[in-house]
């Protein structure tokens, strides 16, 4: 962060405290705007990092999320698939007896 602050003190001719005051200004109002997951990403690039390792790190955890909600949407289907093909059966098992 220091970095960015040099950068903006020597671009704007204002101290470096006036610098980090704005560049904390501007990464509150952004991140006000954005959903809370990538809030940290505003964070990381503050801090010299690249926007990449914060989104690939965020897009794995949102992956892996996905995955198990996934999961647990599948395993629904197959219960509600079993339990229906047992209601089936049953249907077809009540009409055989009723035409014997």
């Known amino acids: 962060m220091q970095e960015l602050i040099s950068k903006v003190s020597a671009a704007a001719g204002i101290t470096e405290e006036q610098a980090k005051k704005s560049i904390d200004t501007v990464s509150g109002y952004i991140k006000d705007r954005l959903p809370e997951s990538f809030r940290s990403q505003i964070d990381n690039l503050l801090g010299g990092g690249n926007l990449s390792e914060g989104v690939k790190s965020k897009l794995n955890e949102v992956a892996t999320e996905m995955r198990g909600k996934a999961e647990d949407v599948f395993k629904e289907v197959r219960e509600t ?20």
């Open 81 to 100: 698939a079993d339990e229906m093909a047992g209601k089936i059966r049953e249907m077809f098992t009540e009409k055989k007896d009723e035409n014997k």
